[in-house]
């Protein structure tokens, strides 16, 4: 394993770095409050080349490897988590596309993608959460078109003003089970397809999350991503990718409240020295660093995995798993470091410890990553 970035890879997490210094930065903190991402953000992201950082240089994208994609979302995340989530999600529902997407749907989904129309991947209902399985969401056919009917729930990337288009999982012949579930694409503003409920958040606080409610939608058949029963297997290998996304947002996070923490350390005195000196403070930081040095070399692995085009479930799910549970530990102690300074909002220690609680939950729970891996290593 080698873990040394390209020059490519070195200067994208370069002018990443730079973006989420200038750009995000000076207004994390507003737009938690907030709740919401200003559309300029999302322009600038486009602008820069990060909503097609996945994408093809023929449709207007980047044209850039996994590990590219890591390194963006994790520069993102370490001054913004919730712009991290959006980019992640994104480009996480054009993988759909880019794998088994038609010519026609590439030049005008992912182009409209790279120029900063906002997708989103609709998988969870109501019923069905960790078990996807049991999503009732239906897509009969009806001359040329679908007809739509069913809600989703805990959509990222759609709002009342958020989101353009939407990778939605539907069954298509429900007597399959998973084999009857396709992946079908659909264009906000679509007569039948409304937001419901935006969702009030803990963290990730301007990463928009709505409910999706379809009664009647109709879409045409050639918005069909594949073949009719391919739906839950591209959901799957679109999440291989998007787990590492997720994995990379945990890492982000966990980098600023290191580098938030040593700041501190080296500048808070109590008992007439600073924290730096105390030993058991200095365990708590090796422990923060060691574990996120290792969620880091996963990452790398399963980006390159992903890369080289090799199977990369087990890797996918173990950064996913190791990053998350990580992010969340490292924030805990950050703020536990931090004291009392750490709980309130002028520091930023607070946003990153709500904005990691969510990776252990999202794109498959802890408990599930673990299932995966159990289930790869029995196999
Ligand atoms: C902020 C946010 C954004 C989201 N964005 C999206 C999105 O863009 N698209 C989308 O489709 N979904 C999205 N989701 C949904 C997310 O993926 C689900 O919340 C997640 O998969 C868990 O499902 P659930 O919440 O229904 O929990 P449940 O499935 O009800 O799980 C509850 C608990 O039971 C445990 N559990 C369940 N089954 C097992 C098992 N077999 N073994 C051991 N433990 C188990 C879980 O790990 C968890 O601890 C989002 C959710 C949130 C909160």
């Known amino acids: 394993m080698d873990f040394r970035l390209t020059e490519t890879q070195e200067m994208i997490q370069n002018l990443a770095r730079d973006f989420a210094e200038k750009e995000l930065a000076p207004i994390a903190s507003a737009m938690d409050k907030s709740g919401s991402i200003p559309p300029v953000i999302i322009q600038k992201l486009a602008e820069i080349g990060f909503m097609g950082v996945n994408v093809p240089e023929e449709y207007g994208g980047a044209g850039l490897d996994m590990v590219c994609k890591a390194l963006v979302i994790s ?142 939608c109709r879409v045409p058949r050639s918005n069909l991503i594949g073949q009719e029963g391919q739906g839950f297997k591209i959901a799957m290998m679109a999440l291989d990718g998007g787990r590492v996304g997720m994995a990379a947002q945990a890492l982000g996070i966990a980098d600023a409240a290191i580098e938030a923490t040593v700041d501190y350390m080296k500048t808070r005195v109590q008992f007439g020295q600073p924290l730096s000196k105390l030993q058991g ?64 909002t002028d520091y930023p220690i607070e946003r990153m410890y709500r904005d990691a609680r969510i990776i252990p939950i999202y794109e498959g729970t802890s408990e599930i990553q673990k299932n995966i891996i159990a289930r790869e290593v029995l196999r």
Not at 174 to 190: E, F, N
Not at 293 to 309: G, H, V
Not at 332 to 338: E, F, P, S, V
Request: negative net charge.
């Open 281 to 344: 403070l200095q365990w708590y930081l090796a422990d923060m660093t060691t574990r996120t040095e290792a969620a880091r070399a996963l990452i790398y692995e399963a980006a390159n995995t992903l890369d080289r085009k090799e199977p990369a479930t087990k890797i996918a799910a173990m950064c996913k798993y190791y990053a998350a549970e990580n992010a969340v530990y490292v924030t805990n102690k950050a703020l536990q470091i931090h004291g009392g300074y750490g709980y309130m």
């Open 75 to 216: 520069e993102l995340a370490k001054k913004c988590a919730s712009t991290a989530e959006v980019v992640s999600v994104h480009t996480m529902a054009l993988d759909a596309i880019m794998r088994l997407g038609t010519e026609e749907q590439k030049q005008k989904y992912l182009t409209a993608a790279a120029m900063g129309k906002v997708a989103a991947f609709a998988l969870t209902e109501p019923g069905a959460g960790s078990d996807a399985s049991a999503a009732k969401t239906r897509a009969v056919v009806d001359g040329d078109d679908y007809v739509i009917n069913g809600t989703k729930c805990f959509i990222s990337n759609m709002g009342p003003e958020e989101g353009d288009f939407v990778v939605l999982i539907a069954l298509t012949d429900p007597s399959k089970g998973t084999k009857g579930m396709s992946a079908i694409l659909v264009d906000r503003g679509t007569p039948g397809f409304t937001i419901g409920k935006t969702e009030e958040k803990m963290g990730i606080r301007a990463a928009v999350v709505s409910e999706l409610i379809f009664e009647d």
